[in-house]
């Protein structure tokens, strides 16, 4: 077992030194994109729990048509990210491409297998981004 786990290291060690795997990120590096990220998510915070609020009193209230202009807002960036199937390492890949559009992170690059998405969902993408209201401020 000792054996097998000091060649798994030696070979990982390899990858990394050769530039085939990048080695991850030390945490000093991360402290910038996660101070970035946490203000972002709290400025977002305010507008999804405005959009709950409009969508319950539209609900509450009866309005079918309001309720649904109230999700239409969030509906499209949903399936730009998702589209009809469960999350995904390509789905995953696609939300890191939306928080690259919304100015929430700087890079979207995903590691293999995973594969960025392609022209088409990037242009979903920016289309719903917009219509979010996600683009940066």
Known sequence: M???????????????ASG??????????LVEPI???KTWVIGEVDQFVEH???FTEAVKAGDLKKAMAVQAVI??????VYGG????GEAHARM????VL????????????TQPPNAREMDALRAAVAQAGLAPR
């Open 2 to 16: 000792k054996r097998i786990l000091t060649r798994s290291l030696s070979a990982a060690a390899m990858l990394i």
């Open 20 to 29: 085939a795997v990048a080695a991850p990120p030390s945490p000093l590096e």
């Open 35 to 37: 101070a970035k990220y």
């Open 52 to 54: 709950t609020r409009q």
């Open 75 to 80: 509906t499209p960036l949903k399936d730009a």
């Open 85 to 88: 199937g469960e999350p995904t």
């Open 96 to 99: 890191k491409a939306g928080m």
């Open 102 to 113: 919304a100015g929430v992170i700087a890079n979207g690059t995903v590691r293999p297998p």
